[in-house]
């Protein structure tokens, strides 16, 4: 015998039973966003136009090569969290199903390509002596 009523099963649950989770998700990483973006946009900013060892040797250190992983992965997570909610509304289906596996798909790469080039960015600032 459950001492739970059918309402307190489904408070905070949403019709998909991940709606409080999801709004959560979203709203922590806009707001880690609102301060990793703009120093991404100043470390990004200082290297541009730059040779490439001073671009190396800037992404070769700990905070920046830190600060743009975070800021590509809570972004791109975000992106596919989002892209899945407008998805989501506006697809049903089969379509709804391949949308959604692609933004995810989509997100995951770029997050992957993101990594691999920081780390090879570090490797060779540690083979260049910065």
């Not at 709203?27 to 301060?35: E, K, P, Y």
């Not at 990004?44 to 600060?67: H, N």
């Amino acid at each position: 015998m459950s001492y739970l009523t059918d309402r307190k099963r489904a408070v905070g649950k949403g019709a998909s039973g991940t709606g409080t989770e999801h709004h959560w998700f979203m709203t922590v990483s806009a707001v880690g966003l609102v301060f990793l973006v703009p120093c991404f946009v100043f470390i990004f900013g200082s290297a541009l136009g730059k040779p490439q060892a001073e671009v190396i040797a800037t992404f070769a250190r700990p905070f920046p090569a830190i600060v743009t992983a975070l800021t590509f992965l809570i972004g791109m997570r975000h992106f596919a969290k989002g892209a899945q909610m407008m998805i989501e509304d506006y697809c049903q289906g089969l379509t709804r199903k391949l949308a959604v596996m692609f933004a995810h798909g989509l997100s995951y790469v770029l997050i992957a390509c993101v990594f691999y080039a920081l780390g090879r960015m570090v490797l060779i600032g540690l083979a260049m002596g910065v």
